[in-house]
């Protein structure tokens, strides 16, 4: 008997080895070898990581929601084929979920300021603006302001680029400031210069930074200034986002986790049922 209490519990060991081994390609997307493991088990934890991972998401839409020009992030969730790449074909395998991050850039809605600063960009492109550091970024957040040094910046003290440059008014010149809806700028009649718009030829592309900025480092983009762009002052872009649909997103978040965390309980209570079955025989 005890010999083969000892097979048994040789076999509920095995088991164990068999429901945890895993194999996850180096971007992160799971395999896991359907001979090997639960497969069901491992495709609720890869979909409460994704949950998770949409989360985050939503949280950042949920926090920008306010900021003009802001563009919301979307999850979309890769097959669940998509880790057979590269395996033998005698080989039964089953990829795992993966959820990835994308920005849409749809337009949000303008609304009227009637700020002489304030601009929005009535179709694609991108104002050019200058950070700290001295590296270009790009924004459709146009609610702009003057500095006491006489340049067009954003909120965040960021210079906005003009083909001259930056912009360089009299800030004792009391006259208004006028932008065009071709981007020229004057002040009592005196050109200033044209707002730099930037479009890409695949705005997805561009790296979030934060606060509606982005940067092209992306070596696949090619930035071309728009000639003839249509512009509106005295308005700004909002965001393509509310917070009533981040929160409706929310709750489906939620309800997909808890569906997911009952599978997986359910699978650890039939893991527990077997082992102890095997390793105390009758």
Not at 26 to 53: H, I, M, R, W
Not at 130 to 139: F, W
């Amino acid at each position: 008997m005890r010999s083969q209490t000892a097979d048994f519990s040789k076999a509920g060991r095995r088991l164990v080895k068999k429901e945890v081994e895993s194999v996850f390609w180096p971007d992160g997307t799971g395999v896991a070898t359907q001979e090997d493991v639960n497969v069901s088990l491992y495709q609720a934890a890869a979909a409460l990581n994704a949950n998770n991972k949409w989360q985050e998401v939503i949280s950042e839409n949920l926090a920008s929601a306010s900021i003009p020009g802001y563009k919301k992030q979307a999850v979309s969730f890769d097959s669940v084929q998509s880790g057979m790449m590269g395996l033998a074909k005698s080989q039964s395998r089953v990829g795992l979920p993966n959820a990835t991050a994308q920005t849409v850039f749809s337009p949000g809605e303008m609304r009227r300021t009637e700020g002489k600063t304030d601009v929005a960009i009535d179709g694609s492109g991108f104002f050019e603006i200058q950070l700290a550091n001295g590296a270009t970024a790009y924004t459709r957040d146009g609610e702009f302001q003057v500095n006491p040094q006489g340049q067009l910046v954003t909120k965040a003290g960021q210079v906005v680029a003009t083909d001259r440059g930056v912009g360089n008014f009299d800030s004792k010149d009391l006259s208004p400031i006028s932008i065009s809806a071709t981007g020229e700028i004057s002040q009592g009649g005196v050109n200033k210069g044209k707002l730099k718009i930037v479009e890409f030829n695949d705005p997805r592309l561009l790296t979030n930074i934060g606060g509606g900025c982005y940067l092209a480092n992306n070596p696949n983009l090619t930035p071309k200034t728009v000639a003839s762009p249509s512009l509106r002052q005295g308005y700004i872009e909002m965001s393509n986002t509310t917070a009533v649909s981040e929160m409706a997103n929310l709750i489906s978040v939620m309800r997909t986790f808890e569906a997911n965390q009952k599978t997986i309980q359910l699978n650890d209570d039939r893991m527990n049922k077997a082992i102890s079955e095997l390793g105390n025989p009758a």
